[in-house]
């Protein structure tokens, strides 16, 4: 397929390698919040007698009188910025610049509506007709920036990168290349250029390399909207995106600091913990999106002593108790993606002290052998990670107690969490209903 930008005309052209009543998309993911599908408000079918529609949960496109979808489809699209579950947005820049995430466009093909409900959500394991699409994207009014360099055209399958189609600045630094909002306040910039490095030096220092040491940030700005201050984005190989909004961000503050300080602590963390070894299903998001939480909170308290990390620790163990009354694993049916997050934290706060119990070492130091056995696949499985818990505990009920958190949730989650945090030894009181750590 091919997707080309001209001017404020946006075009997507498929050419579908075979016969199929529906090709239903890889990506088909939820605005945060209205939990609408953001495909159907963005993207037209131009192709007469071809419908986009969502089925389940997946959009995918149909011939209306059910038979073969053309094999050449035309669509029109207008990128917009929208906070997504779990999932990659486009940025647009106030220069006109957008930065198109690559994996949006992929589908495969299905016999039939009804086939769509039948496939799982995580489609790892699932056996699939075709692979992701061979892409090609252009832009009439000139170059674009892929994987750091310019060039006329960018053509790859499952590139795993964002496209940037227009002329904001690209600024190649030391250790870190940026590509900023024209208009984005300066001293978002010169903070996270300044921090960036620090982090990732941590991390590296006690984790060995990631999957990058020169990342580009790419960085939009939405505007001084009033009454917001809003940060959001997402990391893949060798990049990392933001979003920044509102009026809050404007001026420097030691709150807005804090956040952009978290965000690249925790985004950056996914250069070990996601991208040297990622996840082997999705459901199982709880290992690298809660442990690049815990690795956020060791790294910036070791940065900046003075930092309160008892209060973001605290913050996921009071949302892993309001979210695991239903199975963690299946929190991203339900939309409660932050269960990953909460509750993989809190797991890990297990495990480090589990591992400070056994040898005096830390959260990093449970984590370094699992990231270097599995170096060479690229996984970290569910059992791996239970199983090193078990070794380094020497108590199988604190697996159980995890087990059943992810496999079945609880009535009582907090006697439950309570109880991973006493057979592990993290210190806490119950304050009523409340677990307080201490």
């Not at 059992?383 to 009535?411: N, Q, Y």
Request: proline share 5%; aromatic share 8%.
């Amino acid at each position: 397929m091919t997707v080309t930008r001209d001017g404020d005309s946006w075009i997507a052209d498929y050419t579908l390698d075979r016969d199929a009543v529906v090709w239903a998309f890889f990506r088909s993911s939820l605005i945060n919040g209205s939990r609408r599908p953001w495909r159907l408000e963005q993207w037209r079918v131009l192709t007469p007698g071809v419908v986009l529609e969502r089925v389940g949960a997946r959009d995918i496109l149909r011939a209306a009188d059910g038979g073969p979808v053309p094999r050449k489809v035309r669509i029109a699209f207008t990128p917009k910025s929208e906070n997504l579950e779990a999932d990659y947005s486009a940025l647009v820049f106030t220069d006109g610049s957008v930065a198109l995430p690559s994996a949006q466009f992929d589908v495969f093909p299905l016999a039939s509506t009804a086939a769509v409900l039948d496939v799982p959500d995580d489609l790892n394991g699932y056996p699939l007709e075709t692979g992701p699409a061979m892409v090609t994207w252009r832009d009439r009014s000139g170059p674009i920036l892929f994987r750091g360099r310019r060039v006329t055209e960018a053509t790859e399958a499952q590139a795993n990168t964002y496209i940037l189609f227009g002329q904001a600045d690209l600024v190649e630094g030391a250790r870190l290349t940026t590509v900023a909002d024209p208009q984005l306040p300066a001293w978002i910039g010169d903070a996270i250029e300044d921090f960036a490095p620090r982090v990732a030096d941590y991390y590296a220092r006690r984790l060995g390399p990631g999957q990058s040491d020169h990342p580009t940030i790419m960085m939009s700005w939405a505007g001084p909207t009033p009454g917001r201050t809003s940060m959001g984005g997402s990391v893949m190989p060798g990049l990392i995106v933001m979003a920044f909004d509102g009026e809050g961000v404007t001026r420097p503050s030691d709150g807005v600091l804090g956040m952009a300080r978290w965000f690249i602590g925790h985004e950056s963390a996914h250069f070990w913990l996601g991208q040297t070894v990622r996840y082997e299903f999705a459901r199982d998001a709880w290992i690298t999106e809660g442990g690049a939480d815990l690795m956020a909170v060791r790294a910036l308290k070791a940065i900046d002593p003075g930092w309160d990390d008892r209060t973001e620790l605290q913050k996921e163990v009071d949302d892993c108790v309001r979210l695991a009354d239903e199975p963690v694993e299946a929190a991203g049916t339900r939309g409660e993606h932050r269960a990953y997050y909460a509750c993989g934290a809190v797991f890990a706060l297990a495990a480090e002290a589990v591992q400070k119990r056994a040898t005096g070492g830390d959260w990093f130091d449970f984590l370094q052998p699992l990231i270097e056995a599995n170096r060479a696949d690229g996984v970290l499985t569910r059992d791996e990670w239970l199983s090193a818990l078990d070794r380094t505990s020497g108590d199988p009920a604190l697996r159980r107690d995890i087990e059943t958190l992810l496999d079945e949730g609880s009535d009582d989650a907090a006697g439950l969490i309570a109880a991973v945090l006493d057979r592990s030894g993290v210190a806490h009181r119950r304050d009523g209903a409340r677990l307080v750590l201490g």
